[in-house]
């Protein structure tokens, strides 16, 4: 069983940065694909980045140059860098984790809230 707790969300001026952070539980933590969504008020789950078991990443259109994902492989860890803030980032952004010959992610977190203000 894989459980992942995020942290780092908080209320952020547009322009701001801020870092947040997923603690992740299992001993194969370096086999596993991860990746951070997000769910703004009254829209659906998006992607936003995702870094593979081997480093590989990949962003979404709208945060590419803006945020980066990371990992911490001895500490169980994710990042998302996260810089340029805009009210448009606004939502609950989850971190999420999957073997790495799997096609879905089946491993989700509680979520943190991101508020950027204008």
């Known amino acids: 069983q894989v459980h992942l707790v995020e942290s780092g969300g908080r209320l952020v001026q547009a322009g701001g940065s801020l870092r947040l952070s997923c603690a992740v539980s299992g001993r194969t933590f370096n086999r596993y694909d991860m990746a951070w969504f997000r769910q703004a008020p009254g829209k659906g789950r998006e992607f936003v980045a995702a870094?593979?078991?081997?480093?590989?990443?990949d962003y979404s259109n709208s945060v590419k140059g803006r945020f980066t994902i990371s990992r911490d492989n001895p500490n169980n860890a994710v990042y998302l860098q996260m810089n340029s803030l805009q009210p448009e980032d606004t939502a609950v952004y989850f971190c999420?984790?999957?073997?790495?010959?799997?096609?879905?992610?089946?491993?989700w977190g509680q979520g943190t809230q991101v508020t950027v203000s204008s």
């Open positions: 870094i593979t078991s081997v480093g590989g990443t």
């Open positions: 999420a984790a999957k073997s790495y010959y799997s096609a879905q992610y089946i491993y």
